[in-house]
C-alpha cells in the first residue's frame, strides 16, 4: 500500500445470470481507494454499487480482473480480508429479535473482541451512536435510524481498517442521515479509518473526499466531488419569466439545443447550460431572467450522462385525451379531514388535513415509516381508515370507493407489474381490469406503446426490464384508463437522475393536461419540483406549503440559502421540542 | 488471541443466538413444543385404526332362535353398533346413506341350513368406501361367527366340526390398540419437523433478512455457522423427543419395552440425519417458502407415508418398497416401533441404527461441501 491505496480493482468484471439472460452488473472496473478519508460510490440503482462491495468483501468472486483490499486479494485470501475490514450490508444485518445489546454481544464474539476490552468499547459505541438507552430494546422494535447505527455499531465493535457500507442512508430520515455521516467523518479524522460508502443520493457525493460515479457497470468518472461542480461553473442560472409559470417555462426549455437541464426548483426554473453562453436562449426567450447560481454535483452527472446518451427522451402527449373533470366548484379534487389509521397500539397517521386542486402536483415528503404509503393506501380506498373523512373526485371513499378507484391512476412503489408477462400482456391486462375493451383497448394500447417507447420492448417479459423501462410501463399501466388523479407512491426510487428527469417530465405533462398528481418521496430535492408539499413524521403533518416557503421557515443569518433538508430537520427537530414539552 | 479460543467463543457466540432466537420466534416453540402435543393428541384419541362400534344393519330374512341367538352375540361385542332391519332393502338404503358401515343379512333357510354339513352362509355386505374399516367389519363379522359356533358347540356339548383348530395369539400389542404403534411413530414425525422443516425455515430466514450476508464477513467459517445451528436444533430435537416419549408412556400409557438409552441413542443419530436434511436443503434454497415447500415434500410427507408409521411397508406395492430405502424416518420408525412394543432387539436396532447413521453422515457431508462463503 505504498501508493496510499487500501483498495484497488484492476479490470474488475462480473455478470450475472437472470432469465437465460446475462447481465453485466461491473464491466471492467478499475480505481483505487485513498485510505484515512471517505470515497463515495456513487450511482443509481442497478449501477453495479451492492456488486462491488461484495467482491471488495470476498462474498463474489470476479468474472475477471483482480480485486486488492488492504494488500490483500479479496477473492484468494478472503477469509483474512473479512477479519481485516468492517461491512454493513444494506439491510445492516440484525438480528430483529435480538435486543440492542446480544446483537452487539454477537458480534463482538464473532469479530474476536477479548471481553475485558468490550465494556470500553461497548460505552464508546453507544455514546457515539446515541442507543446508550436502548439496549435491552429489541433490535426489531428501533426506528429505521437506530437500526442503521445500530447495524453500524455492530460492524465498528473490533475498529477495522477500512469500513465498507452499503447504501447505509437509504430510506433513512434526513436527522439519522446527517448523524450519520456526522460519525462517519469522526471515524475517519479522529481513528484514521478509511471509508468506501455507496449511495443513490447525488447530495451526498458532496460530504466525500473523493467520488466514483458508476453508471450501467461502468466508471463514469472519478475525482474530488468539487472538481464535477467546478467544471459547470457559468453554466448554471435561475431563470424565470415574467408572466409565464415555472411548469410551462421547464417544458419550453427541456430538450432544446444548448440545454443540458432545466428543473422545477421551488419559485424558479434551474438551468443548466451548454456552454457559458447563453445569449441565444434569450434570444428565444424575451425577457427572460438568468441569475447565475454555484453549480451542484448533480449538475455534472447529468451533463456526463447526456454526453454519453445524446437524444432528448420525448415526452408530453400527456394523458392522450382530455380528462373528465369531476372536482367540486372551488377546483378541490382531493379532499382530507383528520384522517387516522391505527395498526394496534400504533397510529400510523394521526390526524391528517389537506386539500388538493385540479391539476396540481402535491408531495409528501417523509422518511420511512412517516405514515405517506399508508396515508395513499386510505386515498385508494385500499385501506378503511379509523377516524376522519376522505373525498376523492368528489366522492366519500366510504361509500363510493369503487367508483373512486375507477378516477384513480395508482403506482406503487414496487411497480405492481406481472414480472413473467411479456410488456404487452402488462398493459392489456391492465386495460382490462379497468374495463377497456374493443376500439378504445386498441387505442390505449397503441398510445401507451407509443408515448412511453415501449413498442421495442413489447415481447421482452416485463421482469427482466430495466429500472427505468419497469417504471415506464408501471406508469403506462396506471394511466391506461385516463384518470383524472394519479397516485405515485416512492416513483423514482433507485432510478438513474436521467430516467427521473423524463418521468418528473410527463408528471408536468399530465398536469398541464389537468390530471391531479399527488407523490410521496424520500428524496428532497424531488419534493422542490411539487406545487405543494406536506412534510410528514411519525404519521402528523409538520408543514404544508409552497417548496419556497417551506425553505424559506428555516432560513437564518447562518443559512441565508436552506435546502429542503434543512427545512425538514429544522421542523423535525421543532416538532421532537413541543413534543417534550 | 489463539485461533482456538477464537473459536470457541464465536461458536459459544452464534449458539446463544440460536437459543435466544428460538426463545423469542413463537413459530419455533409451536414447532417444537406445541406440534408434538397436538399430534400426540390427534393420534392418541383422535385417529384409531380400530374398529369400536360400527354401525351394522342386521338382517334376519326368517327370524328364529338361532338367528336370534346370533345377533345376540353381535350386539355383546362393543365393535358393533348393530341395528336389527326388516328387509334386505330398507338395509341397502341405509348403507347407501352411510348409516351404516355393512349388513350381515341372515337368508330364510339360516335355521336348515346351519345344522347341514357345510355349514349355513351368512352374507356380509361391506362399504368399500373405507377399505380399513371394511376390511375390519369383514373379519370381526367373520371372528364374531367362528365364536358363536363354537360357543353353541360347547353348549350343546359338541365338539364343532371343523378339521383345524385356530388358536390365535397376539404378541408385542396384546390389546390391538393401534394407539400402542402410532404413538411411538411419532417420535419420528416430530424429528423431522424440528431437524428437517425448522431448520431449513431458520436458515432461508437468515438468506431473506440478510444477516447472512453479515455473519458471512465476520472470521466465522461457514463450518461454525451451520455447527451453531446444528447444536441448537440438536437440542431443540432432543426436547421434542423427550416430551414425545414422555407423554406417550405417562399419558397414553404406551408401553416401552426396550431400553431409553438406546431409544436416546437412535434418535440422536436420527436427529442428525434430520439436521443434515435440513441444512442440505437450505444450501438449495434461500427463501423461506421454497424451503418449506421442500422440506414438507422431501421430508415430512415422506415420513409420514412411507416410513411405516401408519402404513405397513410390507403391503405396499414392491416398487414402493424399494422407495422407502431411501427414508430415512422409515428405519427410525423400525427402531422405536420395537424399542416400544418388543424390547432391545438388536437384530431389528442395529442394522437400522447403521442405515441411520450412514444416511447422517451422507447429508451432513453434503452440507459442508455445498457451503462456501460466498454469495452466488
Same mark, same amino acid.
Given at each position: 500500500?505504498?501508493?496510499?491505496?487500501?483498495?484497488?480493482?484492476?479490470?474488475?468484471?462480473?455478470?450475472?445470470?437472470?432469465?437465460?439472460?446475462?447481465?453485466?452488473?461491473?464491466?471492467?472496473?478499475?480505481?483505487?481507494?485513498?485510505?484515512?478519508?471517505?470515497?463515495?460510490?456513487?450511482?443509481?440503482?442497478?449501477?453495479?454499487?451492492?456488486?462491488?462491495?461484495?467482491?471488495?468483501?470476498?462474498?463474489?468472486?470476479?468474472?475477471?480482473?483482480?480485486?486488492?483490499?488492504?494488500?490483500?486479494?479479496?477473492?484468494?485470501?478472503?477469509?483474512?480480508?473479512?477479519?481485516?475490514?468492517?461491512?454493513?450490508?444494506?439491510?445492516?444485518?440484525?438480528?430483529?429479535?435480538?435486543?440492542?445489546?446480544?446483537?452487539?454481544?454477537?458480534?463482538?464474539?464473532?469479530?474476536?473482541?477479548?471481553?475485558?476490552?468490550?465494556?470500553?468499547?461497548?460505552?464508546?459505541?453507544?455514546?457515539?451512536?446515541?442507543?446508550?438507552?436502548?439496549?435491552?430494546?429489541?433490535?426489531?422494535?428501533?426506528?429505521?435510524?437506530?437500526?442503521?447505527?445500530?447495524?453500524?455499531?455492530?460492524?465498528?465493535?473490533?475498529?477495522?481498517?477500512?469500513?465498507?457500507?452499503?447504501?447505509?442512508?437509504?430510506?433513512?430520515?434526513?436527522?439519522?442521515?446527517?448523524?450519520?455521516?456526522?460519525?462517519?467523518?469522526?471515524?475517519?479524522?479522529?481513528?484514521?479509518?478509511?471509508?468506501?460508502?455507496?449511495?443513490?443520493?447525488?447530495?451526498?457525493?458532496?460530504?466525500?473526499?473523493?467520488?466514483?460515479?458508476?453508471?450501467?457497470?461502468?466508471?463514469?468518472?472519478?475525482?474530488?466531488?468539487?472538481?464535477?461542480?467546478?467544471?459547470?461553473?457559468?453554466?448554471?442560472?435561475?431563470?424565470?419569466?415574467?408572466?409565464?409559470?415555472?411548469?410551462?417555462?421547464?417544458?419550453?426549455?427541456?430538450?432544446?439545443?444548448?440545454?443540458?437541464?432545466?428543473?422545477?426548483?421551488?419559485?424558479?426554473?434551474?438551468?443548466?447550460?451548454?456552454?457559458?453562453?447563453?445569449?441565444?436562449?434569450?434570444?428565444?426567450?424575451?425577457?427572460?431572467?438568468?441569475?447565475?447560481?454555484?453549480?451542484?454535483?448533480?449538475?455534472?452527472?447529468?451533463?456526463?450522462?447526456?454526453?454519453?446518451?445524446?437524444?432528448?427522451?420525448?415526452?408530453?402527449?400527456?394523458?392522450?385525451?382530455?380528462?373528465?373533470?369531476?372536482?367540486?366548484?372551488?377546483?378541490?379534487?382531493?379532499?382530507?379531514?383528520?384522517?387516522?389509521?391505527?395498526?394496534?397500539?400504533?397510529?400510523?397517521?394521526?390526524?391528517?388535513?389537506?386539500?388538493?386542486?385540479?391539476?396540481?402536483?402535491?408531495?409528501?415528503?417523509?422518511?420511512?415509516?412517516?405514515?405517506?404509503?399508508?396515508?395513499?393506501?386510505?386515498?385508494?380506498?385500499?385501506?378503511?381508515?379509523?377516524?376522519?373523512?376522505? !373525498?376523492?373526485?368528489?366522492?366519500?371513499?366510504?361509500?363510493?370507493?369503487?367508483?373512486?378507484?375507477?378516477?384513480?391512476?395508482?403506482?406503487?412503489?414496487?411497480?405492481?407489474?406481472?414480472?413473467?408477462?411479456?410488456?404487452?400482456?402488462?398493459?392489456?391486462?391492465?386495460?382490462?381490469?379497468?374495463?377497456?375493451?374493443?376500439?378504445?383497448?386498441?387505442?390505449?394500447?397503441?398510445?401507451?406503446?407509443?408515448?412511453?417507447?415501449?413498442?421495442?420492448?413489447?415481447?421482452?417479459?416485463?421482469?427482466?426490464?430495466?429500472?427505468?423501462?419497469?417504471?415506464?410501463?408501471?406508469?403506462?399501466?396506471?394511466?391506461?384508463?385516463?384518470?383524472?388523479?394519479?397516485?405515485?407512491?416512492?416513483?423514482?426510487?433507485?432510478?438513474?437522475?436521467?430516467?427521473?428527469?423524463?418521468?418528473?417530465?410527463?408528471?408536468?405533462?399530465?398536469?398541464?393536461?389537468?390530471?391531479?398528481?399527488?407523490?410521496?418521496?424520500?428524496?428532497?430535492?424531488?419534493?422542490?419540483?411539487?406545487?405543494?408539499?406536506?412534510?410528514?413524521?411519525?404519521?402528523?403533518?409538520?408543514?404544508?406549503?409552497?417548496?419556497?416557503?417551506?425553505?424559506?421557515?428555516?432560513?437564518?443569518?447562518?443559512?441565508? !440559502?436552506?435546502?429542503?433538508?434543512?427545512?425538514?430537520?429544522?421542523?423535525?427537530?421543532?416538532?421532537?421540542?413541543? !413534543?417534550?414539552? | 488471541?489463539?485461533?482456538?479460543?477464537?473459536?470457541?467463543?464465536?461458536?459459544?457466540?452464534?449458539?446463544?443466538?440460536?437459543?435466544?432466537?428460538?426463545?423469542?420466534?413463537?413459530?419455533?416453540?409451536?414447532?417444537?413444543?406445541?406440534?408434538?402435543?397436538?399430534?400426540?393428541?390427534?393420534?392418541?384419541?383422535?385417529?384409531?385404526?380400530?374398529?369400536?362400534?360400527?354401525?351394522?344393519?342386521?338382517?334376519?330374512?326368517?327370524?328364529?332362535?338361532?338367528?336370534?341367538?346370533?345377533?345376540?352375540?353381535?350386539?355383546?361385542?362393543?365393535?358393533?353398533?348393530?341395528?336389527?332391519?326388516?328387509?334386505?332393502? !330398507?338395509?341397502?338404503?341405509?348403507?347407501?346413506?352411510?348409516?351404516?358401515?355393512?349388513?350381515?343379512?341372515?337368508?330364510?333357510?339360516?335355521?336348515?341350513?346351519?345344522?347341514?354339513?357345510?355349514?349355513?352362509?351368512?352374507?356380509?355386505?361391506?362399504?368399500?368406501?373405507?377399505?380399513?374399516?371394511?376390511?375390519?367389519?369383514?373379519?370381526?363379522?367373520?371372528?364374531?361367527?367362528?365364536?358363536?359356533?363354537?360357543?353353541?358347540?360347547?353348549?350343546?356339548?359338541?365338539?364343532?366340526?371343523?378339521?383345524?383348530?385356530?388358536?390365535?395369539?397376539?404378541?408385542?400389542?396384546?390389546?390391538?390398540?393401534?394407539?400402542?404403534?402410532?404413538?411411538?411413530?411419532?417420535?419420528?414425525?416430530?424429528?423431522?419437523?424440528?431437524?428437517?422443516?425448522?431448520?431449513?425455515?431458520?436458515?432461508?430466514?437468515?438468506?431473506?433478512?440478510?444477516?447472512?450476508?453479515?455473519?458471512?464477513?465476520?472470521?466465522?467459517?461457514?463450518?461454525?455457522?451451520?455447527?451453531?445451528?446444528?447444536?441448537?436444533?440438536?437440542?431443540?430435537?432432543?426436547?421434542?423427543?423427550?416430551?414425545?416419549?414422555?407423554?406417550?408412556?405417562?399419558?397414553?400409557?404406551?408401553?416401552?419395552?426396550?431400553?431409553?438409552?438406546?431409544?436416546?441413542?437412535?434418535?440422536?443419530?436420527?436427529?442428525?440425519?434430520?439436521?443434515?436434511?435440513?441444512?442440505?436443503?437450505?444450501?438449495?434454497?434461500?427463501?423461506?417458502?421454497?424451503?418449506?415447500?421442500?422440506?414438507?415434500?422431501?421430508?415430512?410427507?415422506?415420513?409420514?407415508?412411507?416410513?411405516?408409521?401408519?402404513?405397513?411397508?410390507?403391503?405396499?406395492?414392491?416398487?414402493?418398497?424399494?422407495?422407502?430405502?431411501?427414508?430415512?424416518?422409515?428405519?427410525?420408525?423400525?427402531?422405536?416401533?420395537?424399542?416400544?412394543?418388543?424390547?432391545?432387539?438388536?437384530?431389528?436396532?442395529?442394522?437400522?441404527?447403521?442405515?441411520?447413521?450412514?444416511?447422517?453422515?451422507?447429508?451432513?457431508?453434503?452440507?459442508?461441501?455445498?457451503?462456501?462463503?460466498?454469495?452466488?
Amino acid at each position: 500500500m505504498a501508493d496510499g491505496f487500501v483498495l484497488e480493482a484492476e479490470g474488475l468484471s462480473k455478470a450475472f445470470h437472470a432469465g437465460g439472460r446475462e447481465v453485466a452488473a461491473l464491466a471492467g472496473v478499475s480505481l483505487g481507494i485513498r485510505a484515512g478519508a471517505v470515497t463515495g460510490l456513487i450511482g443509481p440503482d442497478g449501477a453495479g454499487k451492492t456488486t462491488f462491495m461484495r467482491l471488495a468483501a470476498g462474498l463474489l468472486v470476479p468474472d475477471a480482473g483482480r480485486i486488492t483490499v488492504l494488500g490483500l486479494d479479496a477473492t484468494r485470501d478472503s477469509l483474512a480480508v473479512q477479519a481485516a475490514l468492517g461491512y454493513m450490508p444494506q439491510r445492516f444485518g440484525l438480528y430483529e429479535d435480538l435486543t440492542v445489546q446480544e446483537n452487539l454481544d454477537l458480534y463482538a464474539d464473532l469479530q474476536g473482541v477479548e471481553k475485558a476490552a468490550r465494556p470500553a468499547r461497548y460505552a464508546e459505541l453507544m455514546h457515539m451512536t446515541g442507543l446508550a438507552s436502548f439496549t435491552g430494546r429489541l433490535a426489531g422494535r428501533l426506528s429505521g435510524g437506530m437500526k442503521q447505527k445500530l447495524g453500524l455499531a455492530c460492524t465498528l465493535v473490533r475498529a477495522p481498517r477500512l469500513l465498507l457500507l452499503d447504501e447505509p442512508t437509504v430510506g433513512v430520515d434526513p436527522v439519522s442521515r446527517r448523524e450519520l455521516w456526522a460519525i462517519v467523518d469522526r471515524l475517519v479524522k479522529a481513528e484514521g479509518m478509511s471509508v468506501l460508502l455507496s449511495t443513490a443520493y447525488l447530495d451526498e457525493a458532496e460530504r466525500c473526499a473523493e467520488v466514483i460515479l458508476l453508471h450501467e457497470g461502468q466508471v463514469l468518472d472519478q475525482g474530488e466531488p468539487a472538481a464535477m461542480s467546478t467544471r459547470m461553473a457559468g453554466r448554471t442560472w435561475a431563470a424565470s419569466l415574467p408572466g409565464t409559470r415555472n411548469r410551462e417555462l421547464q417544458a419550453g426549455l427541456q430538450g432544446r439545443p444548448g440545454v443540458v437541464d432545466a428543473l422545477v426548483q421551488g419559485d424558479h426554473v434551474r438551468l443548466v447550460s451548454a456552454g457559458r453562453e447563453v445569449a441565444a436562449l434569450q434570444a428565444d426567450f424575451p425577457g427572460i431572467d438568468l441569475r447565475p447560481v454555484a453549480p451542484r454535483f448533480e449538475d455534472g452527472f447529468i451533463d456526463l450522462l447526456r454526453q454519453r446518451e445524446p437524444g432528448q427522451p420525448h415526452a408530453g402527449a400527456a394523458n392522450g385525451l382530455g380528462v373528465t373533470d369531476s372536482g367540486s366548484a372551488d377546483g378541490v379534487v382531493i379532499k382530507v379531514q383528520g384522517l387516522k389509521r391505527r395498526f394496534g397500539e400504533f397510529w400510523a397517521v394521526d390526524g391528517v388535513d389537506f386539500a388538493i386542486r385540479r391539476g396540481e402536483i402535491f408531495g409528501l415528503l417523509g422518511a420511512n415509516g412517516a405514515g405517506k404509503t399508508t396515508t395513499f393506501r386510505m386515498l385508494c380506498g385500499l385501506l378503511p381508515a379509523s377516524a376522519g373523512h376522505l !373525498e376523492v373526485a368528489g366522492l366519500d371513499l366510504r361509500r363510493a370507493a369503487s367508483t373512486a378507484r375507477g378516477r384513480i391512476g395508482y403506482m406503487s412503489q414496487k411497480f405492481s407489474l406481472y414480472g413473467n408477462l411479456s410488456v404487452r400482456q402488462n398493459l392489456e391486462f391492465f386495460a382490462s381490469a379497468y374495463g377497456l375493451a374493443g376500439q378504445s383497448k386498441t387505442e390505449r394500447l397503441a398510445w401507451a406503446q407509443d408515448e412511453f417507447e415501449l413498442a421495442e420492448f413489447a415481447n421482452h417479459l416485463s421482469g427482466d426490464l430495466p429500472l427505468g423501462y419497469k417504471q415506464r410501463l408501471a406508469m403506462a399501466c396506471a394511466l391506461m384508463h385516463r384518470p383524472e388523479i394519479l397516485f405515485l407512491d416512492e416513483p423514482t426510487s433507485g432510478v438513474d437522475p436521467l430516467a427521473r428527469r423524463e418521468f418528473w417530465q410527463r408528471i408536468n405533462a399530465l398536469a398541464r393536461a389537468g390530471v391531479t398528481v399527488l407523490v410521496t418521496t424520500h428524496f428532497m430535492e424531488e419534493a422542490e419540483y411539487c406545487d405543494r408539499l406536506a412534510i410528514m413524521a411519525a404519521g402528523r403533518i409538520l408543514a404544508m406549503d409552497e417548496p419556497a416557503a417551506i425553505k424559506g421557515l428555516a432560513r437564518t443569518n447562518y443559512t441565508p !440559502e436552506p435546502s429542503m433538508e434543512d427545512a425538514f430537520i429544522m421542523l423535525v427537530e421543532r416538532a421532537e421540542l413541543k !413534543e417534550a414539552a | 488471541m489463539s485461533q482456538r479460543g477464537g473459536r470457541a467463543m464465536r461458536l459459544n457466540g452464534l449458539v446463544r443466538k440460536e437459543f435466544l432466537q428460538i426463545v423469542r420466534d413463537p413459530s419455533s416453540i409451536a414447532i417444537a413444543f406445541l406440534m408434538p402435543i397436538f399430534l400426540l393428541i390427534l393420534f392418541g384419541y383422535g385417529v384409531s385404526l380400530d374398529a369400536d362400534h360400527v354401525p351394522l344393519a342386521l338382517v334376519a330374512e326368517a327370524p328364529s332362535q338361532d338367528s336370534a341367538d346370533f345377533m345376540a352375540a353381535l350386539s355383546g361385542s362393543h365393535y358393533f353398533a348393530p341395528r336389527v332391519m326388516q328387509s334386505m332393502a !330398507e338395509a341397502e338404503q341405509a348403507l347407501r346413506l352411510g348409516e351404516v358401515r355393512g349388513i350381515v343379512r341372515l337368508r330364510a333357510d339360516f335355521s336348515r341350513r346351519m345344522r347341514q354339513a357345510d355349514g349355513a352362509p351368512v352374507q356380509v355386505v361391506v362399504d368399500g368406501v373405507d377399505a380399513n374399516t371394511a376390511r375390519l367389519v369383514e373379519g370381526y363379522v367373520e371372528g364374531a361367527w367362528g365364536n358363536w359356533l363354537a360357543a353353541k358347540a360347547a353348549r350343546s356339548g359338541q365338539a364343532l366340526n371343523t378339521p383345524v383348530e385356530l388358536q390365535s395369539r397376539i404378541w408385542f400389542n396384546s390389546e390391538l390398540r393401534s394407539r400402542n404403534y402410532l404413538v411411538p411413530g411419532l417420535v419420528a414425525i416430530i424429528m423431522t419437523l424440528i431437524g428437517a422443516l425448522l431448520t431449513a425455515l431458520v436458515m432461508a430466514r437468515e438468506w431473506e433478512r440478510g444477516t447472512m450476508e453479515a455473519l458471512m464477513v465476520t472470521p466465522a467459517s461457514m463450518t461454525e455457522v451451520l455447527l451453531g445451528k446444528l447444536v441448537a436444533y440438536f437440542v431443540l430435537g432432543t426436547g421434542g423427543m423427550l416430551l414425545t416419549v414422555g407423554l406417550s408412556v405417562w399419558l397414553f400409557e404406551v408401553p416401552l419395552r426396550g431400553s431409553f438409552w438406546v431409544l436416546w441413542a437412535c434418535s440422536s443419530l436420527f436427529l442428525l440425519a434430520a439436521l443434515g436434511m435440513g441444512l442440505t436443503i437450505s444450501t438449495l434454497a434461500r427463501s423461506q417458502f421454497v424451503a418449506g415447500q421442500i422440506a414438507i415434500i422431501a421430508t415430512f410427507l415422506p415420513a409420514f407415508l412411507l416410513s411405516g408409521f401408519i402404513f405397513d411397508i410390507g403391503s405396499m406395492p414392491p416398487m414402493v418398497q424399494v422407495i422407502t430405502h431411501v427414508i430415512v424416518a422409515r428405519y427410525f420408525v423400525a427402531i422405536v416401533q420395537t424399542l416400544f412394543l418388543a424390547g432391545d432387539v438388536w437384530s431389528v436396532i442395529l442394522p437400522n441404527a447403521a442405515a441411520l447413521a450412514l444416511m447422517a453422515t451422507i447429508f451432513l457431508t453434503i452440507t459442508w461441501k455445498k457451503s462456501r462463503k460466498r454469495l452466488e
